[in-house]
């Protein structure tokens, strides 16, 4: 009997302290997501901080029952993600050749066969400048890219640059090509430093640890960097950033209508002041 009331006693104090958590673990299980409102995870080129984030506030009035959420990378990083089974409903990357890989109508351009772009949601949202940027006060005085070019080659300069999977630093191989540099052997003689996406890149030109550093127009802007050239076409091609809404997304109808506010004149407005041109309204 004296234990038959143990156990009873123990079962109370079981379910009191169950009463009594139940508040908390509910509160600690709930969804970050506010209730009744949909979660659209957008997938974006690490060019786009500062823009997304501006326009996520905006957004924010124009569709109340849309909860954005961002994950900012090297588009390559963000391909892979995709590729690999992350939930994404939009992905906007800072060239073709990300987006080419997961678009199944890419033909050539898409050599593992994927299939993750909602066919006939592909549009070309943006235009960006490659920009060789330059530490306050420039103290090697780094005024053109023919004078990059130049200090390069006698290896008085130390330049940042993205690593060889990250748009921006497939812009920059491209630019090393146009003056007949060779990367590897800059790269040999302790000329050149990298960077896994454009942020780390403005970053070290941003702190001073390097001479220069060739990122986006863009990034140079939000980091109030001084330009001292930006690219032309003929040396690393247009900047487009393609955009698609995913179909894996759970949510493609809110995925298309963000997209579609994208290319409108409120976010142009946001895209433009940091140097982006649009490339299309709704």
Known sequence: MQQKNGVH????????????????????????????????????????TETLTEIQKLYSSAAPDVELVFNFDSSG?????????????????????????LDASAGEANPE???????????????????????????????SYDTLADRLAEGTVLLA??????????????????????????AGKG????????KEVTAQVSTGAVDCGIIYATDACSAGLAVADTATSEMCGQVIYPAAVLNISK?????????DYLRGPEAAAVFEGVGFTPLGEE
Request: net charge negative; hydrophobic share 40%; with cysteine.
């Open 9 to 48: 006693k123990n079962l109370i104090r079981a379910a009191a302290l169950g009463l009594t958590l139940l508040p908390l673990l509910t509160a600690c299980g709930a969804s970050s997501t506010p209730q009744g409102k949909t979660e659209l995870t957008v997938f974006a080129a690490a060019s786009m």
């Open 77 to 101: 990083t963000l391909k892979t993600q995709i590729q690999e089974g992350a939930e994404a409903d939009l992905f906007i990357s800072a060239a073709p050749k990300q987006m080419n890989q």
């Open 113 to 143: 066969g994927l299939d993750f772009v909602l066919q006939g949601s592909r549009v070309d949202l943006l235009e960006n400048k490659v920009a060789l940027a330059v530490p306050e006060g420039n103290p090697k005085g780094i005024d």
């Open 161 to 186: 640059m993205g690593n060889s999977d990250v748009p921006v630093g497939q812009y920059t191989q491209k630019i090393l090509d146009y003056y007949g540099l060779d990367e590897q052997e800059l």
């Open 191 to 198: 000329a050149v430093t990298y960077g896994s996406n454009v």
């Open 251 to 259: 949510h493609p109808e809110q995925a298309q209508a963000f997209l």
